[in-house]
């Protein structure tokens, strides 16, 4: 007995080693926890071998303390293994340390039995003929009993919860291992109250320790599993169809049924069903996919067909599986996806960036055609929202591309371009001027039994190098509308080379212009301000541009440039300076003259206009009241509170404040109550405006008195004769200037006529 029991033994020590190391080895988590169990059953099991061999009382006793301490070594580890492998490690934690502290008493117990003898000794027997030494429990055997089985009921109770609670895919896990725990704790009862000479209940624990093994790290419910494999399979919403190796389809799940219209009887003849309904399919070959569509009750629908081979143990095809999913709610949002993408959502004409690909596109295969590019703007559409609302201007828009859709033929492309702007692309021959100006002249936006005229422009720029971009295309397009000056009458305007010649002559001016004032190109031209007696008392300060290349430079040159492009606020803050040099050495010259300065409108969009102006008095050290500030009435148009409030601070600090081209605004009158100027300038010019001159003068005249009523100076510029001169004084006018005085001189002649 002693020997084959030590030979079962022996087995088991190499099957626990070999399976810990594999462990060990394994990239699942819990395989760490399986190799420290396995180790630690091994002591124990070594144990009972030392008993079985050992013929002498010491090392008998090395068995037994091998057993006892292993066994509590076996219920820690047992229990961390458990916790982890049922999931409630975190749960159990207050447990687990609960129990490690009494198991390491216990273990401290059996270390100082060899002293006390209070937990077991042992006793001489006579087994197969040799010695035989057995233990004898006393009261530290049983408190370690008690210990070790009080664990054992613990984990086992953690595993019948568990498994009632998992699904049944997990139980056979959970049941084995609770039977084979239960038996090896039934096994060691038996032995403690049989008193069997030798102990095989080690040979449970051994057990359990390889099933748990198996089951943490190799176990698959293969049958359960392809029960269930089976049932998802039925139920998944994909057309699925199994063939074996020679083709012939042996099991479809209910929508296969569905679509291909088969029942169980009539598999064989699901092949032709297939061709029938999506064409021809390779079902010899394995691993494909492809796209498909077909009539399904006179809708059409979009499927994807994947064709997958199956292989046994020996990699050898045994058979394949069909899987049909119909994507046409895919297809149908991918295409509505592109579709919202490339088209506009109010009008559904195409977006600017697609527009711009799709006229690429279309250029690319007729290198050939001539083509017109065409730029729509509605004028005035902000005013037309303001006053429609919105709603009105969404279906002005929308009526705009309807009339594009009626007037463009298959061979043009069209788009918004965004707000009230609209573009296209259209074959030249195609584009019949005159019939466009009459369309566009009589555009209106019908509401009901109501018509309300839109004034629409039309920029065209024939495409005569097709390695432009299209976005420089349309620049030009839109870069037309500038020739249109009679909007009403005119609708169309073609982009030319003298508008090209004036857009580089633009851009060349607009580089220019950072050197011409370094260099001092831009310089201060000063036309004398002269008062009642003839006496020159002051002078307004007038930018020019002596160039390099081109010479004298009109102002109407490059004015206007600076003042559409923003660069005006650049040629303002040069003459406020060069007129604060000036001024500053007139005051050392003991010159009393005073110089007005004008600002621009955009100057208040681009800096402060206060802070900017004091800084540069109080860097040359000027008299305020001898830099004259000169605005425009288009000034006050916009933020009318704002910039009244800056020329108040201006009035505050010692400045006086002018206005220029009085009356040519919409509300001189209304804002003029309001205004705070000391000097209100009038133009010779609106003399010239009317037929009834003996009217003007009498308004002119009036104007005269209001503004000594309000304490304003007039200055009337533009004064060309000794008449005029004559006319003006009478009526009270304070000063003049004018061509009859002098025209804009540079700064030394000036000096050198009035400073004498």
Known sequence: MRLQYSI?????????????????????????????????????VAGNLIILQSQNET???VGCYMFFIGMDCIMLTLMLFIFRYCGVAEKMKKAGYAVMTLLTADVIQYLVNPFTRHAFTLER????????????????????????????????????IKLARS???YSERYSVMLVVLI???????????????????????????LMSFYFSLHYRPMRLLDRMLAGVVSDVPEAILFFDANDRCIWANKW???????????????NTKLGELFGSLDLHESEWCAKRCALIDGEMRYFVIEMHAVSDDSKQVAGSYLDIRDNTEEQQRLRAEIYNATHDTLTDLYTREYLHQQIEEVLKESPDTRYLIGFLDVKNFKIVNDVFSNVFGDLALKQIADWLRQQMSERAVFGRL??????LMMPAEEFDRAYFESELSRFAVKIGKHEFHLLIHMGLYEILRNELTVQVMFDRAHLALTQIKDEYRTHTAFYDDALRRQVLWSQQISAELPDAIAEGQLQPYLQPIVDREGKVTGAEALARWIHPKEGFLAPGRFIPVFEKNGMIGEVDRHMWRCACEILSRWANEGCEHFISVNISPKDFYFFDVFAEITALVREYGVDPAKLRIEITETVMMNESDERMQILNAFREAGFIVEMDDFGSGYSSLNMLKDMPVDVLKLDMKFLGRSENNQRAETILRNIMHLT???????LTEGVETEEQYRMLSDMGCILFQGYHFAKPLPVADFEEQYMQ
Request: proline share 4%; hydrophobic share 50%.
């Open 183 to 209: 038996v090896s704790g039934l096994w060691q009862g038996y032995y403690i109250i049989s008193r069997t000479p030798v102990d095989r209940s080690m040979i449970g624990f051994a057990a359990f320790g």
């Open 59 to 61: 090392l008998s006793a």
């Open 167 to 169: 699904p049944r895919i």
């Open 256 to 270: 296969a049924m569905e679509l291909l219209h088969l029942r169980e009887d009539t598999l064989d003849s699901t």
């Open 708 to 714: 000594k009523d309000l304490g304003i100076d007039s």
């Open 125 to 160: 027997l006579t087994l197969d003929d040799a010695p035989y030494y057995r233990f004898v429990p006393h009261i530290g055997q049983t408190l370690h009993r008690v210990l070790d089985y009080g664990i054992l009921v613990m984990l086992l109770a953690v595993l019948i």
């Open 8 to 44: 079962v033994y022996l087995c088991l020590i190499l099957a626990l080693s070999g399976c810990a190391v594999f462990a060990m080895r394994s990239h699942k988590a819990i395989g760490k926890d399986i190799a420290r169990l396995l180790w630690n059953i091994l002591p124990p």
């Open 418 to 423: 965004g707000g009230d702007t609209f573009g």
